[in-house]
């Protein structure tokens, strides 16, 4: 145990008399701490909140359902800085907007978390007109650089102006997109009514195609003066000059190393040497078809030599606006659209969604439905990280070999799945205080083998293989380096942040469904590199297992057969009005659902805090100062998923 | 520090056994006839190879899986089981069922059958809420993966010819072919027989049965003859009591579970051989490709 870490583990007055730290200096490293074995969870943020209310009197106001609401945007940044410096609220894990037209405002609303130690998160809400040109507020990227690309995207969705973010462009949608397509007046393309269920379908429902009904050309707008027949686009202006002119500028750290060397192996182009060779910088496009972006990811980088110098990316590719669809949706409607977030891993996306709704309903899920949550949501990490590990293989150079014997590996869960739930990876698996479907003795049995048998012998194969690989070591060790501080300022969650000593797990953080209940370990190592992400992804894949084995010998006994839906089953949910942020540990980080309720049938807002989207924010400085070949095995090791990075 | 390239070594002695175990799995069962590769494979015991030839082989499917529903129809009356109540298109989360109630031209009362319905397999997402919501178990999932076709463009192209020739030499066995479009079916395209779920999702058909309240003995005897009207050799009885079709299986007897999965003419019988963990489902035929010559 380091010392140096700064959040305690339960909400103590007395960190209210401590001075708070002032100005823009980040917080000092709560670097290296190992995971407490049985953290204090802070079961609410009350005494916080009264806290920052008696400090900023007058500035602070409670908020109806959650959080406080902060009177004066433009002193944002100074309770956002007392409550990261004062309260030790050390990450920012979401930021979103929700827009009331009918007040004619739209409140961005934050959930700041401690790290590691936990607890429930501190919402704080900021509310600004609606109107284009007073919608604006100050940034808090130099309080939180992991605010950036969430910032942007609320900008993008909601058209709110984050003064100081420094590269306010349009993140998902395309450059040259007219509108704020998250907002309530805002209509897609072939829209067919607000809310679904559609009354064309029942009782008079005759067929339609959508692309009939509204002929294409209906259903567009463009800006003013703009003609999409005599546009020629100029290939993105604004990305590449956004590269040009701010070498190295890391928000928030101005004169923070680029590159660390840990192990002594890779040790990047020094300088000077760079500056002999005269080398000319230049920008080259990776993505978005290219192999080593894990789907339609593009990575702009410019380069000096062969040294990355700056690195942005274009998102939005696989954009279908998911939230707005979900706020289109029923309650009901929703579980199955959340597995197509993070399609390796959709059972642990379905349970952030239902872990939310119930908790605004009101609903416990018998014992038996939460031991089948843990087992499939534990199965479906050891699978997400079997996957990871074959791809960072891929990226590193051994191109497949290693990658199928490990998606043999995977297949094994994923029939299970198939088996259990009815598809491979859509799986449609959870209720609002249920699961569809109970696992049969033999699918038990199958269970067994898996986990006793199959599963540790193939975890220990992969270890054999690779861990002690000389190729691998030299291409892992020392890249990606990304210290613990920076990793917890960028809101950096997943095993990339174990890797640098912050054992951080919301599963232990902020704890849900019975794992308390088990006996398990959070993996963490210190070296914050690539080979650190591997090593950890393999140990948490053995502590699934341990759950897995422990959900299996006591399932029998502790639970009943067939129980698997608390309370009626139902179809027409109406949720009580209220806000919620829930959040599961995903195999790829923190997800987060915050829903909004008017207690309707539709969620009135329905938020995802993507992991693998805010991950990519930390990305630039990883990769600035390693090689372009580093890059691909560094962005390997986030293990993203466009899927859930575009949303 | 260890020796350079010891552990390069150490996983070239893995390749090398998984190599070698490739062909373990052949050497073994050389000689004996084992039909189906596929269910060997897919037991975790295998160490082998793990892949099979997809076409000429297939993967047994367990019985939950689902793909685009299928509307139920009661062989006993011949007609759906469908009472129009609009829940599945309610649940739809992707809106891709339309349903057109009956009225009843005199009163204009609704009448508890549909007039039309649509599923538009283009939008569905394949989630089973339809079927696992709906009152009656009249909306089931299907396991036919395989519907597509060749051109892409006539997905929508009502294409009433084709469609009905395709009919007629039984190109679309699968979803009879709805007036609307290839992938668009409407009541007719959607209509299977009860025989044909059974067939596919025992255990959840012997649920259905038991819960339904039993109904005179006498009335199992018109059953078994109107089942094998629809193209059924009966099921092998199990129990005592277990008669022939599947309706009549249930009032006879308290034991429901068809013991060998019914098997209709159309299909193949399905695979002797089931896993532990899966019911192999018979497979409907193959669809043969239109527009492929």
Same mark, same amino acid.
């Given at each position: ?127 600004? #007109? ?157 993505? #978005? ?16 030599? *062969? ?277 599961? *540990? ?62 | ?71 139920? *129809? ?191 003419? *159309? ?27």
């Amino acid at each position: 145990m380091a010392a140096g870490a700064p959040a305690p583990a339960a909400p103590k007055p007395a960190v209210a008399a401590a001075s708070p730290v002032s100005g823009a200096k980040p917080p000092a490293a709560p670097a290296a701490v190992a995971a407490p074995a049985k953290p204090a969870v802070a079961a609410n943020t009350d005494a916080e909140m009264a806290d920052i209310t008696a400090k900023f009197e007058g500035l602070i106001s409670k908020a109806p359902y959650e959080g406080v609401f902060i009177n004066d945007p433009a002193r944002l940044v100074e309770v956002a800085t007392y409550v990261r410096d004062g309260l030790h609220f050390s990450m920012l894990s979401s930021i979103t907007a929700v827009d009331y037209p009918k007040d004619g405002v739209i409140e961005v609303v934050y959930h700041a978390t401690r790290v590691p130690s936990g607890g429930k998160p501190l919402c704080f809400k900021v509310r600004v #007109p609606r109107e284009d040109g007073k919608c604006s507020m100050p940034s808090l990227c130099g309080v939180y650089p992991g605010a950036e690309f969430q910032e942007r995207e609320a900008y993008d969705l909601y058209g709110v102006r984050f003064e100081g973010n420094p590269d306010l462009r349009r993140i998902l949608m395309w450059e040259g997109f007219a509108g704020w397509p998250m907002r309530k007046d805002w209509k897609e393309a072939y829209f067919e009514g607000e809310t679904k269920p559609f009354e064309t379908r029942w009782p008079a429902g005759k067929h339609e195609l959508a692309e009939e009904r509204v002929p294409w050309q209906d259903n567009v707008t463009f800006p003013k003066d703009f003609d999409p027949f005599s546009y020629t686009s100029k290939p993105d202006g604004n990305i590449y000059e956004s590269m040009t002119g701010n070498r190295n500028s890391v928000q928030g750290f101005p004169d923070a190393p680029v590159v660390v060397d840990a192990n002594g192996m890779n040790q990047p182009q020094a300088d000077e040497f760079m500056d002999e060779l005269k080398t000319d910088e230049i920008i080259v496009n990776m993505g #978005p078809q290219h192999p080593s972006t894990h789907g339609v990811l593009r990575m702009v980088v410019k380069l000096d030599g *062969e040294t990355i110098t700056d690195l942005k990316l274009a998102l939005g590719y696989l954009h279908r606006n998911h939230e707005k669809i979900g706020e289109r949706n029923t309650w009901l409607h929703n579980i199955p659209y959340t597995d197509r977030l993070d399609y390796i891993c959709g059972l642990a996306n379905e349970w952030g969604y239902v872990l939310g709704v119930e908790r605004m309903m009101g609903i416990t899920p018998t014992p038996r439905v939460e031991y089948l949550r843990i087992l499939m949501a534990e199965l479906t990490r050891i699978e997400s990280h079997f996957w990871s590990i074959g791809f960072l293989l891929n990226d590193v150079g051994a191109f497949f070999t290693p990658a199928l014997y490990f998606i043999t590996e995977r297949d094994f869960i994923i029939d299970l799945f198939e088996s259990v739930a009815g598809s491979r990876l859509m799986c449609n698996y959870m209720r609002f205080g249920g699961v569809s479907r109970d696992f049969t003795e033999q699918q038990l049995q199958r269970a067994h083998e898996l986990a006793f048998e199959r599963l540790p012998r193939a975890i220990d194969e992969l270890d054999h293989f690779l861990t002690e690989n000389d190729i691998l070591k030299a291409r892992c060790i020392g890249v990606g380096y990304l210290p613990a501080d920076r990793s917890v300022a960028y809101s950096l969650t997943g095993p990339c942040l174990r890797a640098a000593g912050v054992g951080y797990d919301v599963r232990k953080a902020d704890p849900y469904g019975y794992y308390e209940r088990f006996d398990w370990d959070v993996p963490v190592r210190y070296n914050a590199d690539v080979y650190d992400r591997y090593l950890v992804r393999v140990q948490e894949m053995r502590e699934s297992l341990k759950i897995v084995q422990q959900v299996l010998q006591r399932m029998s006994k502790d639970t009943k057969v067939g129980d698997i839906q608390a309370g009626k089953k139902a179809y027409n949910h109406r949720v009580p009005a209220g806000q919620t942020y829930a959040r599961v *540990e995903t195999p790829k980080g923190e997800l987060g659902f915050y829903l909004v309720s008017d207690g309707g049938q539709n969620p009135y807002r329905y938020h995802i805090r993507s992991s693998s989207f805010i991950n990519l924010n930390s990305l630039k400085e990883m990769t600035v100062g390693y090689k372009v070949a580093d890059s691909v095995v560094i962005l390997g090791s986030l293990d993203i998923v466009l899927g859930e990075v575009d949303r | 520090m260890a020796i350079i390239g010891a552990g390069i070594l150490k996983g070239l002695g893995v390749t090398m056994r998984h190599f070698v175990e490739t062909y373990i799995e052949d050497f073994k069962y050389m000689g004996f006839n084992v039909d189906s590769s596929a269910v060997r494979r897919q037991n975790p015991k295998n160490r082998g190879l793990a892949t099979i030839e997809y076409p000429k082989e297939k993967m047994p499917l367990p019985e939950n899986f689902r793909y685009v529903p299928f509307l139920v *129809e009661d062989t006993s009356k011949e007609e759906e089981k469908c009472t129009s109540c609009g829940i599945c298109a309610k649940v739809c989360p992707p809106q891709c069922i339309w349903i057109e109630r009956t009225e009843d031209p005199v009163t204009k009362r609704p009448v508890p059958q549909p007039k039309q319905f649509f599923i538009d397999s283009t939008i569905c997402m394949n989630c089973g809420f339809c079927a696992e919501f709906c009152p009656f178990d009249a909306i089931k999932m299907d396991v036919n993966y395989e519907i597509s076709y060749y051109p892409a463009e006539d997905y929508k192209t009502a294409a009433a010819d084709a469609v009905a020739a395709s009919i007629q030499d039984n190109v679309l066995p699968v979803h009879g072919g709805g007036a609307v479009g290839r992938l668009i079916f409407d009541k007719t395209g959607l209509m299977k027989s009860d025989v044909y779920h059974a067939t596919i999702h025992p255990s959840d058909w012997a649920r259905e049965v038991a819960e339904r309240k039993p109904a005179p003995a006498a009335k199992a005897a018109p059953v078994a003859v109107a089942a094998p009207a629809a193209g059924l050799s009966a099921p092998k009885p199990a129990g005592p009591k277990m008669a022939g079709g599947p309706k009549m299986a249930a009032p006879a007897a308290g034991v429901v579970v068809p013991a060998a999965p019914i098997v209709s003419s *159309e299909a193949p019988a399905p695979a002797v051989v089931s896993p532990p963990a899966q019911v192999p489902v018979t497979r409907p035929s193959k669809p043969k490709i239109v527009g492929h010559v």
